[in-house]
């Protein structure tokens, strides 16, 4: 029997293959590794920045990049390497809150829906069809004009408008996971609807989670700093990748525009990485994908 | 085949009645007026076409049936009426006292978790006592008694780590794991080769001898039921149309659809190749549009006019326990 001589021996630990696949991804790789980076270069600023925050040197001025400032310094002198990495502990928290509390909403919205069918599926969905009719950009300004732009309001006002996308999706792959026969089969053996849910529809919109997470979080940077470009965002004196562009943002043409580059290429590799990440996680929680299948073995 | 069957009704069904309602179209029965019953520890075989109603059959009785069907009729287990219970109540049987082996085993496993963590599901459903290396252990001693070598490391496969046969295995091993009274086995070899459809039949029938469960086994494969079944229910168009031992059903057949079953069966003894197969002429009503009368009339050579189109036949005895719905049979007193 050929199914006797197929076992192989090799570790079955679910953990230690996912992060096979994870590290056998380059791309995912170097996104991960990038964006640990960030994190920890924005996050231990304190530690890591070359200057003290707002630290100024108004004898010194703007001069462009140098070897003592790598990223040169803005018009009150302050190290811009310096303060870059600070404005990133906004940018990057407020980016990861959104996308997490987002998602989190999408997906109890989409999970319900689909699931529940009926009605509740019509309520939901309608809901959602309203949030993704409204421009986006109008409401956010709106209410952040009448909530006040603490970044905790910052977080709520684009999370309520960044879960429609990961809900439709996710009620499209419930729908469809609904009629699959071991959700069927779970009914059979007695489950409730509470633990087929949790056993067996969650885990298997894992992969459509946690890409929707890493985009969220790169459609997050963009939106935050389009809002603070705009001057809903965050305000002065705190500082973000989006309102350190908007601050720069008359200088194209003159000797300062580096001003204007550096906070713009923090976020499109910051984008950037966390796209890849996405990919790589994408590929990675789904079994049947790279070593985990029957082919990867072979090629061992 | 006799398992150690006792007198004891397990299930029976009475007038079980499924009928659908439709969006577009005419409703129509799909299940009309069956009874069944079986003992503790017996096997019932159900054959019949496909669309005949057999697994819809398994499914009222579980409780499951879509949500456009509405039913009537009753389904009494171990004493308890089934049709009206509550979900909860049902909850608490299934997959306990009644199990079911899924049809097609490539898809009614979660390919995101292992195996093993699928039969420790089926088994902490009910009971949430049990610590993690416990119910690891159980699905472990649960692959070994279906057969499947090297338990302990297969136990962490995922299922497409699995062959066919070995996730048929699987499944048989999640629905006997609570020790069930009755496995409603819903065509478990059809997706099977020849081979391994033997050892799955063996598989069911080691568990049977150790568990003294009795088995509800649908198919549509005549040879399997010979082998496999004590009594044999043939169902046509949502309808019970005989039913009785195994041997008296196949060698003193009462149904002329029955013997239109048998007789389609390809033998190897013929002797003239070049005769073709034989085939019951026509085809099976949709539900939709059954004919009057007996619902196999227009397809049988010796259905009697102004009988046989146009009054339902009732179950008449063709022998001990050996029961057909038709005209033509004449009662046997019962001795």
Request: proline share 5%.
């Amino acid at each position: 029997m050929a199914e006797v001589t197929a076992v192989a021996k090799l570790p079955s630990n679910g953990r230690s293959k996912f992060l096979q696949r994870f590290i056998r991804h380059r791309l995912a790789l170097l996104g991960g590794l990038t964006l640990l980076f960030l994190f920890i270069a924005c996050f231990g600023a304190p530690i890591f920045a070359p200057f003290p925050k707002n630290q100024q040197d108004l004898l010194l001025g703007p001069v462009p990049p140098s070897f003592e400032h790598l990223l040169g310094t803005d018009d009150l002198g302050r190290d811009y390497l310096t303060e870059i990495l600070y404005a990133g502990q906004v940018s990057l928290l407020l980016a990861l809150s959104v996308a997490l509390v987002s998602t989190a909403i999408g997906v109890l919205v989409g999970v319900l829906a689909g699931y529940k069918g009926g009605w509740v599926d019509n309520l939901f969905m309608r809901i959602t069809d309203l949030f993704l009719v409204v421009p986006a950009i109008a409401l956010l300004a709106l209410a952040l004009q009448g909530l006040g732009r603490s970044p905790f309001s910052i977080v709520l006002v684009l999370s309520l408008i960044g879960w429609t996308y990961i809900a439709r999706v996710v009620r499209g792959q419930v729908l469809s996971l609904r009629e699959r026969e071991f959700i069927e089969a779970a009914r059979v053996i007695g489950a409730n609807d509470r633990q087929i849910i949790w056993k067996h529809v969650l885990p298997n919109l894992g992969g459509v989670i946690a890409v929707n997470v890493a985009l969220a979080v790169a459609s997050a940077i963009i939106i935050e700093s389009t809002l603070s470009f705009l001057g809903f965002g965050v305000q002065p004196p705190q500082t973000s990748w989006g309102n350190m562009l908007s601050q720069a943002s008359g200088l194209i043409g003159t000797s300062k525009v580096y001003l204007l580059y550096f906070p713009g290429l923090f976020i499109l590799i910051a984008v950037l990485a966390v796209n890849f990440v996405g990919d790589g996680l994408r590929d990675a929680l789904d079994p049947r994908s790279g070593s985990g299948s029957m082919q990867g073995r072979k090629r061992k | 085949m006799t398992h150690n069957s006792t007198n004891e009704t397990l299930l029976e069904v009475n007038d079980l009645s499924v009928f659908f309602h439709m969006r577009e179209g005419e409703d129509f029965f799909a299940i009309r007026n069956l009874s069944l019953s079986i003992a503790r520890g017996e096997s019932l075989g159900v054959v019949g076409e496909s669309g005949s109603g057999k697994s819809l059959t398994s499914a009222a009785i579980m409780g499951l049936l879509p949500a456009n069907a509405e039913v009537s009729g009753s389904i009494r287990f171990l004493g308890q009426e089934l049709i009206g219970a509550k979900e909860s109540d049902l909850r608490e049987l299934r997959g306990k006292r009644l199990a079911v082996i899924a049809q097609d085993a490539l898809t009614a496993l979660n390919p995101v978790h292992t195996v093993g963590k699928q039969i420790a599901e089926a088994i902490s459903v009910h009971d949430n006592n049990l610590s993690k290396s416990e119910l690891r252990s159980r699905a472990v001693d649960l692959l070994d008694l279906v057969g499947i070598s090297q338990p302990e490391t297969r136990v962490d496969n995922f299922p497409h780590e699995f062959s066919g046969g070995m996730r048929q295995r699987a499944l048989i091993a999640m629905s006997v794991a609570n020790e069930p009274d009755l496995i409603i086995a819903d065509e478990p070899t059809t997706a099977l080769d020849v081979t391994v459809q033997a050892q799955i039949l063996d598989v069911l029938n080691r568990i049977q001898d150790r568990t003294s469960s009795s088995l509800l086994l649908i198919t549509h494969d005549l040879g399997v039921i010979a082998g496999f079944a004590d009594r044999v229910a043939v169902m046509y168009s949502g309808d019970v149309i005989e039913e009785g031992g195994v041997d008296s059903v196949f060698y003193e057949t009462a149904h002329p659809y029955t013997r239109g079953l048998l007789g389609s069966l390809p033998r190897l003894d013929a002797r003239n190749r070049s005769e073709p197969l034989y085939r019951i002429p026509g085809f099976q009503p949709s539900p939709a549009q059954r004919p009057e009368g007996c619902s196999f009339h227009p397809r049988c050579s010796i259905a009697v006019a102004g009988k046989c189109d146009t009054e339902i036949p009732i179950v008449h005895r063709a022998g001990p326990e050996h029961v057909a719905r038709c005209h033509l049979v004449k009662d046997q007193e019962a001795n």
